[in-house]
């Protein structure tokens, strides 16, 4: 079992989405996490799937999602030099007396306050998922109020391009 | 094709000049709310003829089996809500067995889908697992081009039915007609040439196996590939076997076929299956009911070619060592080339010789002098009877298998059952697809006391339209499959196998103005069979009484190899 990051160009179809994730739970795949979004041409949808299982599992999902009839093109970027980006909002208790060490947390990890209140703070945070996890980590938990995370995106380094 | 610019039609028309386009002649059916502008539209014109069903599944099944026995894209027409989910059945049937197929749906108007409105239901979430692609049409000026579409999906690539939903607004609505000539999609493009090296590297493998096996499954049949398929099997001299949906694809009598394999397949079949060194797998998917359990099946060694359009059938439940994806037919002549050109036959007289060994365990004999009628009996006598010409259709359980193990195929396209989702019901709407597509031909129906009260109405149907099917019914007042279970593995213990209550079939046939007879000795079985096709015009609905006891031999108990077979002979 490894870990994948499967990108996918698709028709920007209504339904095009539910084929994908109907696809993964009917052939029972994982999904650990999915975004999709229009692309420079909006007919067309970029999506980007994590998804983990052994070698032969992970062959069948880029067969499978090949073979639905709106995907365009398939590319499993794990297979070779890529990066993966998530953004996370994190809500965070931040009282007087928090404020300051909170502040600074946010900034070893080079994240960004984007909005204050009396006793919160909203920190955006983007990186790969490992980086995210450890924030959420080094955070104290019950100061926590609400985590939203986008899932990964990818995109193969240098000259590896996913077009049409 | 006449474009009358500036005159619009209704979506209504729309769909109706689409299928005269297509040069469909029928269309199976069943009216209702959401499609009373079509068919209204149906009823003007005569060059599409519409067959009335009894039931949604009757008409979903006779679409798929008029395509079936014909290569045609069979289509089917239903309204919305019950009428599509009442369809169901028949639509995963055909996805299963990767049949061509076309289906119309009904829907209530645009603005009220989402709504809970009369006899709405989400026709394309609920079919999404079960077609190769399906399509809500919101626009009329989409209709045209979308009915193309599914035309084109449905009988390229891997074939299989696609769903077109069609608001009750839109068929009201109108614009002008233009039937695209072509389609183009580039998301869509199915490859049909192999890969020269790897058809080069098929053809070093199979000139020196020592134990070669030929493995065609539905593919071939689906392809139309019978005749390079033949030409390969006696250019090599190799064994060749088939799965239930490949049955026809090589002539059954031919001394180089071993029968049908899987978890009833010959002794032959499954012993070589295992045994084999290069194994050419074309049109199949080593599904659990042919090859077993695959890690019993990957303890012998062996090399792998696998044919295939469709890629995702390729290592999926079996590592294959050469793929090669591509259109069956033309796959198999690039490699007829080349075997050619290499000239001579691999030598392989030690497997024939153990093959024919194998092959004198005769795992197919059963007690000849019983005095209670033995249902292979009348599966050898039909076969006579018919003089192995007839188009079979069957339901699914212990008939099913009888009648592919006895009823020697010599042809394509002439035994229709529903092997991948193993529908009971099929049977006789299957057979009306194929007697429809068929005019003229001999076509009968195997079924099953069970199995044909799953879609009886169709006899409604049958009457209808003067189809003179045979149907023989196999009767021995269990569901034998499940019996058949429950004896092996249950400790004989038959939890509602047994149908008690069973209607009279004589009587029934009758009643919807057939003619039913009740045979009940063997050596009434011949003369009852002479008579039935000897009456061109008349369905007749054989009622034969048969062994209650008697099971599928060999079988291969579910999670075993496929060489750990039981034969009749072991009990």
């Known amino acids: 079992m490894s870990r994948h990051i499967i990108s996918i160009l698709l028709e920007n179809e209504a339904g095009a989405l539910s084929r994908v994730s109907g696809l993964f739970s009917a052939r029972a795949y994982n999904i650990e996490s999915l975004t999709v979004a229009p692309t420079e041409d909006p007919s067309m949808s970029r999506m980007t799937i994590v998804t983990t299982g052994s070698e032969d599992v992970v062959e069948q999902i880029t067969k499978q999602l090949n073979k639905l009839v709106e995907v365009v093109k398939v590319v499993d970027l794990s297979e070779a030099e890529h990066i993966e980006r998530e953004m996370m909002l994190i809500k965070v208790r931040a009282g007087a007396k928090e404020r300051e060490d909170m502040k600074r947390m946010a900034d070893i990890f080079r994240a960004r306050v984007i909005d204050v209140s009396d006793n919160t703070y909203t920190i955006e945070l983007t990186g790969d998922g490992r980086k995210l996890d450890a924030f959420i980590q080094a955070l104290d938990q019950s100061a926590i109020l609400e985590t939203v995370r986008t899932g990964a995106s990818g995109i193969g380094r240098g000259n590896r391009i996913l077009r049409v | ?571």
């Open chain 2, 1 to 571: 094709m006449d474009r009358v610019k500036g005159v619009e039609l209704t979506g209504a028309e729309i769909v109706v000049r689409c299928l005269q386009e297509e040069g469909v002649e029928y269309v199976f059916g069943y009216p209702g709310g959401a499609v009373l502008f079509i068919y209204d539209e149906l009823f003007k014109q005569d060059k599409v003829k519409h067959v009335l069903v009894r039931h949604e599944q009757g008409a979903a099944h006779a679409a798929d089996d008029y395509s079936r026995s014909s290569n045609k894209v069979g289509v089917c027409l239903v309204t919305s809500g019950p009428g599509v989910t009442n369809a169901v059945t028949g639509i995963a049937t055909a996805y299963m067995d990767s049949i061509p197929m076309v289906i119309l749906t009904g829907q209530v108007p645009t603005a009220a889908i989402g709504l809970d409105a009369f006899q709405e239901v989400d026709a394309v979430g609920i079919t999404r697992p079960c077609v190769k692609h399906n399509f809500l049409v919101k626009n009329v000026k989409d209709l045209a081009g979308t009915i193309k579409k599914a035309f084109y999906l449905a009988q390229t690539g891997r074939p299989g039915p696609v769903l077109v939903d069609i608001p009750k607004d839109v068929t009201m609505q109108s614009c002008e007609f233009a039937y695209p000539e072509t389609v183009a999609m580039r998301s869509y493009n199915p490859v049909r040439k192999g890969h020269p090296g790897q058809v080069r590297k098929a053809a070093q493998l199979l000139l020196g196996a020592q134990r070669p096996m030929i493995y065609t499954g539905g593919g071939v049949i689906l392809s139309d590939a019978a005749k390079p398929l033949g030409e390969i099997v006696r250019l090599l001299g190799f064994p060749c076997t088939s799965t239930l949906m490949g049955l026809g694809g090589y002539p059954a009598s031919d001394p180089q076929f071993l029968g049908m394999l899987g978890m009833h397949g010959t002794y032959e079949a499954n012993m070589a299956m295992q045994n084999c060194d290069v194994l050419l797998a074309i049109g199949a998917r080593f599904d659990d009911r042919v090859i077993g359990n695959p890690a019993h099946f990957a303890q012998n060694p062996r090399k792998i070619i696998h044919i295939d359009i469709d890629p995702s059938s390729i290592s999926k439940r079996v590592r294959v060592d050469v793929p090669i994806v591509g259109h069956v037919p033309d796959v198999l002549q690039d490699l007829i080339k080349l075997l050619s050109a290499e000239g001579g036959k691999p030598d392989i007289a030690p497997w024939w010789k153990q093959i024919g060994e194998w092959r004198a365990r005769d795992c197919l004999k059963y007690d000849r002098n019983s005095k209670i009628i033995k249902p292979q009996f009348v599966i050898e006598k039909l076969y006579e009877v018919t003089r192995g010409d007839a188009f079979v259709t069957s339901d699914v359980g212990q008939h099913q298998m009888w009648a592919a193990q006895f009823y020697k195929f010599e042809k394509p396209r002439r035994w229709i059952n529903s092997g991948g989702l193993g529908t009971m019901g099929f049977g006789l709407p299957a057979a009306m697809g194929v007697q429809l597509v068929n005019p003229g031909a001999t076509v009968a129906c195997v079924t099953g006391e069970s199995s044909i009260q799953m879609c009886l109405q169709e006899l409604s149907t049958c009457k209808q339209y003067r189809l003179p099917i045979k149907i023989v019914n196999l009767n021995n007042k269990y569901m034998g499959m499940v019996r058949q279970w429950q004896q092996f593995f249950h400790g004989n213990r038959y939890s509602e196998s047994y149908m008690d209550a069973l209607p009279d079939f004589v009587k029934l046939a009758e009643g919807y103005g057939h003619r039913g007879v009740l045979i009940d000795k063997p050596a009434d079985v011949e003369p009852a069979l002479r008579d039935a096709f000897k009456r061109k015009d008349e369905l007749v609905f054989m009622d034969f009484l048969t062994d209650q006891t008697e099971n599928v031999y060999p079988m291969v108990p579910g999670g075993k190899g496929i060489s750990e077979m039981i034969l009749a002979e072991d009990l």
